[in-house]
């Protein structure tokens, strides 16, 4: 029998279901209800379309944090998980959307009992990695924005920018 528990974003249940059995999935129709369902115990693929709008970062950082804390990971790779994710998260929203609450920024997240993936996209244009500046570059040190694709780097075991820059996926293992 399936144990299914729906709420509406941008409240978070008080108890989380254990990752170990369960899997969030968004549901089409409304992106701002989730639905929580039973799935397989090897690996489970959670979805998550949130509008693009500021605010929808804190609910993201809710969920990923959850999903490190039940995995497993230390105390220093959840932090770095955390932070690579919300920073893809607000880029897809800021740079990708543009704030647009008519666009959604969609995650997915897939759980192995050795690795997270993590797969971002937006609705945006897109950009080439290869035409962001470098932040380590004595110009660009004291520039207000521009690190965060370096963090996302610098945090994740492997990160790949596909579909024109609208998708980034990042994998993180666990050691």
């Not at 968004?26 to 115990?41: D, F, G, K, R, Y």
Request: charged content about 20%; glycine content about 6%.
């Amino acid at each position: 029998m399936q144990n299914q528990i729906s709420y509406e974003a941008p409240f978070m249940p008080t108890t989380a279901p254990s990752m170990e059995s369960t899997a969030i999935q968004a549901v089409p129709s409304l992106p701002n209800v989730v639905t929580v369902e039973e799935n397989h115990i090897d690996r489970q693929a959670i979805c998550l379309a949130l509008p693009s709008l500021m605010h929808s970062v804190y609910i993201l950082d809710a969920v990923i944090s959850e999903i490190v804390r039940q995995m497993g990971f230390n105390e220093e790779t959840s932090e770095q998980v955390i932070l690579a994710v919300t920073e893809a998260g607000t880029n897809a929203i800021k740079h990708g959307n543009k704030k647009d609450a008519n666009k959604l920024a969609q995650f997915q997240f897939i759980v192995n009992p050795n690795k997270l993936t993590v797969v971002v996209q937006d609705q945006g244009a897109g950009f080439d990695r290869n035409n962001i500046a470098n932040p380590l570059h004595p110009a660009n040190r004291f520039r207000g924005s521009g690190r965060g694709l370096f963090l996302i780097e610098a945090c994740m075991d492997n990160v790949t920018y596909e579909a024109s820059g609208t998708v980034i996926r990042m994998v993180k293992y666990k050691r």
